[in-house]
């Protein structure tokens, strides 16, 4: 099966970091609110207009595990034909992967953990049988030239299992790409990390991984995420996934809270002189959009900031 990096990402330019927004999928799917298909299409619309061009739309799992997720076929045959947007969905097996094929989709993510008792709960499975049922996923994915990107959550620890092993991460996120992944995602989906576990795991990944091949993915529900995307840029890592308004959270996880803002870490990355090509203005106005129509807070520090300071003008 090949494992070639997808050229999509690839800039070649140091100071771009890659910002997958996360929030349409990993944000909603955790809010018991349901919005319309209208109101999620808007939503995405809103983020291409502020410049973001990776956006997972939605999720093609279990209706009954995810019901946020029920219409992310609808959704994602609504949105704007782009050449210059990646839209891209979770697919856990072959049903999804079918039913991904048949909308825009222009590239897939499958979903395992480090983590056996997580991935029972989330994915109903061993991570070996999550392997074997991503298999099929691949072959499709070969078959049409669409990208699979992964996913292995509780990379710093498990609402069930607590710690885990830099081992086992290791293990499973090259079983990931030895499958067929460009690239794999690692979750700390309890947001429990903090740097020095962030560096100690990241170096022994990057022992073996080139790091266009790894992005990460943090929660955060310990105020942690910023200075943990901060150590991973330091090391070397360009992709980062992060949810508008800091929407988000795993239900299979309790306790777990939003991902990163965006906004936020846009707002730290231009500062430190590195490049998005995303608004940040236009951006806090959409987290901003969101944050209400879901009656919830707003996630966002620099999103709370920017729009106070436009309403004092
Ligand atoms: C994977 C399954 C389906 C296995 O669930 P299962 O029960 O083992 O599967 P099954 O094959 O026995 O099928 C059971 C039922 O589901 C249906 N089914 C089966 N597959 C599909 C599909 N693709 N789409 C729609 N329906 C499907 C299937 O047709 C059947 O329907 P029934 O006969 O009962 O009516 C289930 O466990 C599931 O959907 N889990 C998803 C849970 C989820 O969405 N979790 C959140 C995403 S992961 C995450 O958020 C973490 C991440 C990625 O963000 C990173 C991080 O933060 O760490």
Redesign the pocket.
């Known amino acids: 099966m090949s494992s070639e990096v997808n050229a999509t990402h690839i800039t070649g330019d140091p100071d771009f970091v890659r910002i997958v927004e ?1 929030g349409p ?2 944000g909603l ?2 809010e018991s609110k349901l919005l319309s298909v209208e109101q999620k299409v808007h939503l995405i619309k809103g983020l291409i207009d502020a410049g973001v061009s990776y956006i997972e739309a939605g ?8 019901p946020q ?1 029920a219409s992310s076929a609808e959704v994602i045959q609504q949105l704007p034909e782009r050449k210059d947007v990646v839209y891209a969905a ?10 991904a094929l048949q909308t825009q989709v222009n590239e897939v ?1 499958v ?1 395992t ?1 480090a983590s056996e008792a ?1 991935n029972q709960r ?4 061993s991570i070996q049988e999550s392997i074997e ?1 991503f298999q099929p996923v691949f072959a499709l994915a070969q078959e049409r030239n669409i990208p699979v990107r992964g ?5 710093l620890g498990c609402p069930y299992e607590g710690r885990i092993e830099i081992s086992q991460v290791l293990k499973t996120t090259k079983l990931l790409l030895e499958a067929g992944c460009y690239e794999v ?6 947001g429990v990390g903090s740097t020095h576990q962030v560096a100690n795991l990241l170096k022994a990944l990057l022992s073996e991984i080139q790091s266009d091949r790894l992005a990460v ?1 943090f ?1 955060d529900t310990y105020g942690q995420a910023l200075a943990n995307i901060d150590t991973a840029l330091n090391l070397g890592i360009r992709t980062v ?1 992060a949810s508008v308004a800091g929407l ?6 309790k306790g ?1 809270s939003g ?1 990163v803002a965006t906004e936020d870490v846009v707002y730290m990355l231009h500062g430190n002189g590195l490049k998005t090509n995303i608004d940040l203005n236009r951006l806090a106005m959409v987290g901003n959009e969101i944050s209400a129509l879901l009656a919830r807070n707003n996630g966002s520090k620099a999103g709370l900031a920017l729009s106070q300071a436009q309403s004092s003008q």
């Open positions: 996360v999928r990993d799917q955790n999720s093609f799992v279990s209706p009954k595990w995810a997720m979770l697919t856990p097996n072959l049903k999804g992967m079918e039913a993510a979903f953990a997580f989330n994915i109903n499975c049922r996913y292995v959550s509780c990379v995602s690692l979750g700390d989906t309890i993915h929660h996934d988000g959270g795993c239900p299979y996880a777990a991902n």
